[in-house]
């Protein structure tokens, strides 16, 4: 483990109050024979948690006709794949939604950047025909949690220094001021909540191409995470998206991941994105 990056959340439950129940609700729907009747109990435990997983489950994204009004339909009528996604947008959504100043981030700036990789990430997934979804959405919902711890200890930094002029990329800024950075700072957070490996494994490569090589799931979120990047969110339509994306192919320094599925699916990918990102858009959680 990462001493420097442990460091920064040895206290961090003051700052990130660990989701207890919602990590419950993902421990619970990860099991070979889950209990429905358990897990529904779980989930009732947190009134918030119930009503924003509610919320959810009936936005664009889940695209059912039949109003979703009970716990127990989510599990039913979406599945726990569904669940687990759910729980994790519903905790995570709160501490996301918060500006970071050191990053540039108005308030739901980092929100809206995570959910969009979140959903790029599932879609890019499906059409390489890759398992495990749901911990695709939850890594690319996830991946920038460390900027949250960052942040305070990054404006601080800088204003010592006098400017952050001298770095050409805040990850650079990062290594330089903090030694460290939010991807590492992210993984020694998540491991500190006990999320699976799958999940967890590529936070730390979001922004290392070369750690990408031959792991599709982390090909995946650093590709998703360029994508919304490049994109732009929220300006901009499909179209003007999917002009964006070729151009990032042509443009990226260091190359992008050659991932199956997503060149000749490209087009079908952005435009299903646009219709999820903006049907959830303007979810309220509490």
Same mark, same amino acid.
């Given at each position: 483990?990462?001493? $420097? ?7 961090i439950d003051r700052l990130i109050?660990? +989701? =207890? ?21 779980? $989930? ?17 994204? *889940? /695209? ?14 979406? /599945?726990l794949d569904s669940v687990r ?13 918060? +500006? ?6 108005? +308030? /739901? ?22 398992? !495990? ?6 890594? !690319?919902?996830?991946? =920038?949690? /460390?900027?949250? $711890?960052?942040?305070?200890? &990054? ?10 002029? =001298? ?5 650079? &800024? ?6 460290? =950075?939010?991807?590492?700072?992210? @993984? ?5 909540? !006990?999320? +699976?490996?799958?999940? $967890? ?14 792991? &599709? ?12 990047e490049s994109i732009g969110i929220?300006? !901009? ?24 599925? *997503? ?5 079908? @990918? ?14 309220? *959680?509490?």
């Amino acid at each position: 483990m990462n001493t $420097i990056a442990n460091n920064f959340i040895k206290d961090i439950d003051r700052l990130i109050p660990r +989701p =207890d129940i919602a990590l419950d609700v993902m421990s619970l729907a990860n099991q070979s024979e889950c209990d429905i009747a358990g897990l529904c109990r779980k $989930i009732n435990q947190d009134p918030s948690l119930m009503a924003n997983m509610l919320r959810l489950a009936n936005s664009a994204y *889940f /695209g059912h006709m039949k109003e979703i009004s009970s716990i127990r339909d989510i599990i039913v009528r979406l /599945g726990l794949d569904s669940v687990r996604m759910i729980a994790i947008t519903s905790a995570s959504a709160g501490i996301l939604k918060t +500006p970071q100043e050191a990053y540039n981030l108005e +308030p /739901g700036a980092l929100w809206r950047h995570s959910h969009a990789t979140a959903l790029l990430a599932v879609l890019i997934g499906r059409h390489a025909k890759i398992d !495990g979804l749901s911990s695709l959405y939850s890594a !690319g919902l996830l991946h =920038d949690v /460390g900027k949250i $711890i960052l942040n305070r200890h &990054l404006q601080v930094e800088s204003m010592n220094r006098g400017g952050i002029n =001298d770095y050409p990329t805040m990850l650079a &800024l990062e290594k330089a001021l903090l030694h460290t =950075d939010h991807a590492k700072v992210g @993984i020694a957070l998540l491991h500190k909540w !006990g999320l +699976p490996e799958a999940i $967890i494994d590529p936070v730390g490569s979001h922004h290392n191409l070369s750690a990408c090589q031959y792991h &599709l799931p982390r090909q995946i979120i650093y590709l998703a995470n360029h994508l919304a990047e490049s994109i732009g969110i929220p300006s !901009g339509d499909a179209e003007n998206s999917i002009y964006l994306v070729k151009e990032s192919y042509e443009t990226a320094a260091d190359g992008l991941p050659e991932i199956p599925g *997503f060149t000749e699916n490209m087009e079908t @990918i952005i435009n299903l994105f646009y219709e999820q990102f903006t049907g959830a858009s303007t979810l309220e *959680f509490t």
